[in-house]
């Protein structure tokens, strides 16, 4: 089942002018399994300052602070996890070196996806979220402006758009992480829009499978998409993204758009 489940049935239809889009399981695939990465580098890390903590213990810490903090860049989570060392005793790198050591350890994991993308093996469909072209082309073709933003790196977002077939909705409004964090956020992504372009919040909608994009959007008074989709069986809700999600103000629930046409009736009120 590919259900769209209506959380706010008065929401404001048919008005929108752009449509904020995060990247990384909402439309991207290529770094499922980023978690898996992640978190057992950093109990490693966490480990290594004699902390009487059982493996499990750990674990449970680093999941909570990696998964709430999940949407914002990259180096919040690492921000953190120098916090959690320094906590027991330990004497933590900058959090610069964690993320370009956790980035390394990554790249392990998914460089074969980007060759195979890169070398016509895989097509971008088979990396990305089911229905995603066909939706960002229907946006695209009422002439609404499409805005890629990302916590992952810019550099590594505006090359792995272009590997997915997606830089030609988006053009040049592709934004992601950069290593001085202060100059890029969702939030100040959000404020340049509806300042520059004298939004109202109804002419925003916004699409994302994590807490800050979809917290933004509706704090700015627009229409926020919960994708809450399922990166390894590419198919159904994943049960515990959708809570959060609904938790964070989403407007609608989907687990991916192969329902394009009749998410896009809804939205427009068709």
Known sequence: MNEIELLRPDFPRGRFRFVLFDFDGTLSLIREGWPQVMMP????????????????????TVEEFVMRLNG????????????EIEKRGGKPLEPLAYKHEYHARLMRRIQGRLDALAGGQN????WTVPGSHTLLRRLHERGL???LASGTDETFVKHEAALLGLTEFFGTHIYGALDNHQNFSKKMIVDRIVREHGLQGEELLGFGDGYVEIEEVRRAGGVAVAVASDE???QGIHAWKRDRLVRAGADLVIGDYRQADRLMALLFGE
């Open 145 to 147: 402006t499409l805005i």
């Open 41 to 60: 580098m950093m109990v490693e890390f966490l480990r290594a300052t004699g902390t009487p903590e059982s493996d499990s213990e750990l674990a449970a």
């Open 232 to 234: 390894v069986n590419r």
């Open 72 to 83: 914002k860049q990259t180096i919040y989570q690492m921000i953190q996890l120098v916090e």
């Open 123 to 126: 097509t971008p469909d088979d």
